[in-house]
């Protein structure tokens, strides 16, 4: 018996001072995860308290943009169309970054057969420089579809623009805004809040 015990005692012994190392070890991940939690929304509060990571900007159009419910899956009360054209039908979003970093730019419309198959979205970014887009609107509305992820610098005005230069009706709904590093930092641009609101009815 106490051969047994002086074989098991060791065991027993080694098992328990490896369960307590393993168990502090998982403790200090746990604190240092944590602490970055802590820091992170940390600086979350302090970016907030200033005003946030993006600014909401304005909206402009130009050309005839009537609102229109008509077609399912726009964002907010509804959103505006503008018959195919040579391009001197525009609709422009605006935004202003206050925390420099990488942001993805999602828009969304409300599909239907009339719509544009080659919609032009132009995403302007840090540094003038500007990247267009093309969207088949007669599909996938409804859901935020992604432009791409670019640079933007503290105080960089970002824009999007889509226009009428295209096979069908093109619709301007809503854009959304991800900081890619911080998901936390985003906003999400309206068409109702267009600078100047479009006239006309017979939307699409």
Do not use: C
């Not at 080659?118 to 996938?140: D, F, L, M, R």
Request: charged share 20%; glycine share 12%; aromatic share 12%.
């Amino acid at each position: 018996m106490k051969r047994l015990l002086k074989l098991v005692f060791p065991v027993v012994f080694l098992g328990t001072v490896l369960f307590v190392m393993i168990g502090f070890r998982h403790l200090e991940t746990l604190d240092a995860q944590e602490l970055r939690v802590i820091e992170e929304f940390r600086k979350r509060m302090k970016l907030e308290a200033q005003g946030g990571a993006l600014d909401e900007g304005r909206k402009q159009t130009v050309g005839e943009w009537p609102l229109s419910v008509n077609a399912h899956g726009y964002f907010g009360p509804d959103y505006q169309t503008h018959p195919a054209g040579d391009g001197s039908g525009i609709f422009t979003w605006t935004f202003r970054v206050k925390q420099a970093g990488n942001y993805q730019i999602f828009v969304n419309y409300a599909s239907a057969p009339d719509r544009a198959s080659n919609a032009p979205y132009t995403v302007y970014y840090h540094g003038g420089q500007s990247k267009t887009v093309i969207v088949n609107q007669k599909t996938g509305g409804g859901q935020w579809v992604s432009l791409g992820t670019f640079p933007f610098q503290k105080g960089d005005q970002g824009k999007v623009v889509l226009t009428n230069r295209a096979d069908g009706f093109v619709i301007a709904d809503a854009v959304k805004i991800v900081g890619t590093q911080n998901t936390w930092a985003r906003l999400i641009l309206d068409n109702r809040n267009a600078l100047k609101t479009a006239s006309g009815s017979g939307g699409r």
